[in-house]
């Protein structure tokens, strides 16, 4: 019995054994979307789950690229959350790390500190929400923004002198002018979590006048841009 085979599907077949060994499709890791429902808002999102939201080359590169995509003449205000739960960002990658020269770390570690300077510096107000551990260049990211909104799971550390180094994306600069140098210094030397209450608590100490942290509130970013620009 004879079959016919249709063409189309011979060449399908082709097409796809060529596909085949390519590169898969990028995993998004990094990305700004506007907020549904809300004119103005955008959503920046971490989304690497199998690292904790690590910092590692394909994430910064993606971030960068969204920072550089964000509609400024549209934007009235920036979140910077997590899609992992339990975890907003558990700071650098140090499997890379490892694998990398001195140079290429130093290039890395400039290029993390560029990037969170962006962020510090774009002219919509800038809103990080934890709620899960902020580690090492995850509280750097977090002070990076103007506001930070803590969830009840929510810890923040600066941990890196724990393996002989220092913080190196902003947070040694950072951290002081928001709660004082004595109170930083001992966060940074000790390396230990800080939850949102005690974090809370440290910014409201006097002489400090800024906040670290503001404990959880869902309409925050709507108070920030019902009308026009701030």
């Known amino acids: 019995m004879h079959i016919a085979i249709n063409p189309r599907l011979l060449l399908i077949r082709h097409r796809l054994g060529q596909c085949r060994g390519l590169a898969t499709v990028t995993q998004i890791q990094a990305s700004i979307e506007p907020q549904a429902g ?3 808002v955008y959503t920046l999102t971490l989304n690497r789950p199998e690292a904790k939201n690590s910092l590692g080359r394909q994430l910064m590169t993606q971030l960068r690229e969204a920072l ?43 290029t993390l500190r560029a990037t969170f300077s962006a962020i510090a510096d774009l002219p919509v107000p800038t809103i990080a929400v934890v709620d899960g551990y902020a580690i090492g260049g995850g509280t750097e990211l977090a002070l990076a923004a103007d506001l930070r909104v803590a ?49 809370l608590d440290v910014g409201r100490r006097p002489p400090i006048a800024k906040l670290l942290v503001f404990m959880h509130h869902e309409s925050m970013h709507t108070n920030c841009a019902p009308d026009g620009p701030l």
Not at 69 to 96: H, P, R
């Open 151 to 199: 969830g009840p799971s929510a810890q923040f550390s600066l941990r890196e002198t724990r393996l002989g180094i220092i913080p190196g994306a902003g947070g040694t600069q950072r951290l002081p002018r928001l709660i004082g140098r004595s109170k930083a210094k001992e966060m940074i030397f000790t390396g230990r979590f800080v939850g949102p209450e005690e974090a």
């Open 68 to 110: 550089r995509g964000l509609k400024l003449d549209q934007a009235k205000c920036l979140l910077i959350q997590s899609n992992v739960a339990g975890t907003f960002c558990a700071g650098a990658d140090l499997k890379e790390r490892a694998a990398m020269t001195p140079e290429e770390g130093g290039e890395f570690v400039k």
């Open 38 to 40: 809300i004119p103005g």
